[in-house]
């Protein structure tokens, strides 16, 4: 029986690529798992810290997706009060759970981020901004003492996204204004030619150093004024 070398050759090859495939995609998956699994207790961290405290007449609370979760806001703001509730990855729908559960503490003041993720994942508008409108319904119903700010979405630096982003920023100023809301544009402030300041981004969504520098700029009179 002849045995047909090149053959043998190619099948070893091809056995060789597939194990490597499969190893790789192995410790993909592990490093993938791995992350998420920080990411799950770096969020239950943040829970536990907010609700091994009391809230008070002082107590500020920062909701939002990374945008919020990245920002500095004790030592930008020099404000002890402020607590962050930023969560990377946070749709709409996602904040508005972490609203119900941040609701209970009837804090005297909230700064809501929320849509840009919506926005990226192509989630559909009227959605998102019907659970914008269950987050204002939620503060008002359940702790209408609460000072709610409302921060517009901030821009890109994708004109796709851009437009989406101005015609979400529009119906909510305008609900804002129809309920006597404080709507905070940050949108016109981090503009730049159109798109978002390139010197504010380090990816074209998220913020550089100047970029919150920028926010905490906007931040500063709402959160020096007395409620």
């Known amino acids: 029986m002849t045995v047909n070398k090149k053959l043998i050759y190619k099948w070893v090859f091809v056995i060789s690529i597939a194990l490597n495939i499969i190893t790789v995609g192995y410790f993909i998956d592990r490093k993938i798992l ?3 699994r920080r990411q ?3 969020e ?3 829970w536990q810290v907010l609700f091994s405290t009391k809230s008070d007449n002082q107590e500020i609370i920062f909701i939002g997706t990374s945008l919020t979760e990245g920002f500095a806001l004790r030592s930008s703001l020099n404000n ?5 509730m930023g969560f990377g990855g946070a749709e709409n729908k996602d904040i508005l759970t972490n609203l119900e559960r941040i609701i209970k503490r009837k804090p005297p003041r909230i700064f809501l981020e929320a849509g840009i993720n919506d926005i990226r994942d192509g989630r559909d508008s009227s959605l998102m901004y019907n659970d914008f409108v269950a987050m204002c319904a939620l503060v008002k119903k359940n702790s209408p003492a609460t000072k709610l700010y409302v921060q517009s979405v901030l821009p890109t630096l994708s004109n796709k996204f851009n437009a989406k982003i101005k015609a979400y920023n529009g119906k ?3 609900y804002c204004r129809l309920n006597q809301l404080s709507y905070i544009d940050m949108y016109n402030y981090f503009i730049q030619d159109g798109r978002l300041n390139a010197l504010a981004t380090i990816d074209g969504i998220h913020l550089t150093p100047y970029g919150y520098y920028l926010w905490k700029k906007q931040l500063e009179p709402y959160i020096s004024i007395s409620k």
């Open 172 to 174: 909510v100023a305008a």
């Open 80 to 84: 002890v009060h402020l607590k962050n």
């Open 34 to 36: 791995f992350a998420y």
């Open 44 to 46: 239950q961290q943040k």
């Open 40 to 42: 799950h207790q770096f």
